[in-house]
């Protein structure tokens, strides 16, 4: 078993306080602590009251407002479809999602990797090009974890079929969180690790189908292709895409392929093949109809008997009517005014 499945977080959901209320006690802690120590300088500067009254109540405003402060840091408000892991002196504490504006633990941290990885990215690439690295700010100020469908297209991609014909192709992948303890601390990057085994996993079904059937004149209608079994390789995809990134806690919703066509090196001579292989069907479509037509003609013939026609002459025009049915061009034909003897 590999290091990643030794250690499996479970999702703990938690609800917390009233964050309402704890809001509005946050708020009259500060006017408190506002009134406090406006009184205490009030005293300070008077002369008729003790100096260690003025002093309490200064001390008591610094109180107050530490724990208005303590309030604030502890209020967290989470829209629908979002979700926030928060963690307590490096251990996991639980998890708050279903749209909930709660107070907890104002010593709890939200944690989000994949978008300090994405921050800290911003940052090197606008770093590099010589602008401020400021602006990168904007992607790191929420740690949410997204709950809605995230659509993934990693784009084309080169790869090598059955046949080891390069073939380009290009699928998009519908996937969701489902356990933001695993997302967050099972991988580093549940974005990009989902990227990753999106690609994988395309590159080991691809190379078990042909691009398309070769009718070579055998029965190979049942023999699948990448082309002719589009339902069952993305089924295959999403199940061996589902089965990477468990792991991480995510759901594949649905996998599809978007684009399917021969690499260019290739695509000519395959084009040729393809034209070559519809002329060939359309020729034998044409000789069998050819056929049946020339049969049909000299039964009706030999029916009424219009004519008696001895072997050579029926192999004649066996011939004239094959020519003219399987031809290319428009028969112009020869009449011959006398007599067929």
Known sequence: MNDINKIQYEEKLIKGGNGMAMLILSIVLLLGAVLSFIGGLGILASWYYSAGVGALLILLSFVLLTASCLIWAGLKIVKPNEALVLTLFG????TIKDGNFAFVNPFVSAVNPTVENLASEAIETISGKGGK??????????KKISLKSITLDNGKQKINDQMGNPIEIGIVVIWRVVNTAKAVFNVDNYMEYVSIQADSALRNIVRL?????????????????????????????????????????????????????????????????????????????IVDGAVGMVEMALDKLSEKEIVELDEERKAAMVSNLLVVLCGNKDAQPVVNSGSIY
């Not at 023999?223 to 589009?230: A, F, N, T």
């Not at 599809?256 to 084009?271: F, G, K, S, V």
């Open 133 to 142: 690295s400021k602006k990168a700010g904007d992607n790191s100020k929420g």
């Open 209 to 285: 189908y042909p691009y398309d059937v070769v009718d070579d004149g055998n029965d190979a209608t049942d023999e699948r292709s990448l082309r002719g079994s589009s339902q069952e390789v993305a089924d295959r995809l999403k199940k061996e895409i589902q089965e990477k990134v468990e792991v991480a806690g995510l759901e594949v919703v649905e996998a599809r392929i978007t684009h399917l066509a021969y690499a260019p090196e290739i695509a000519a001579a395959m084009l040729q093949r393809q034209q070559a292989s519809a002329i060939i069907d359309a020729r034998k479509m």
């Open 91 to 94: 251990k996991y504490y639980g």
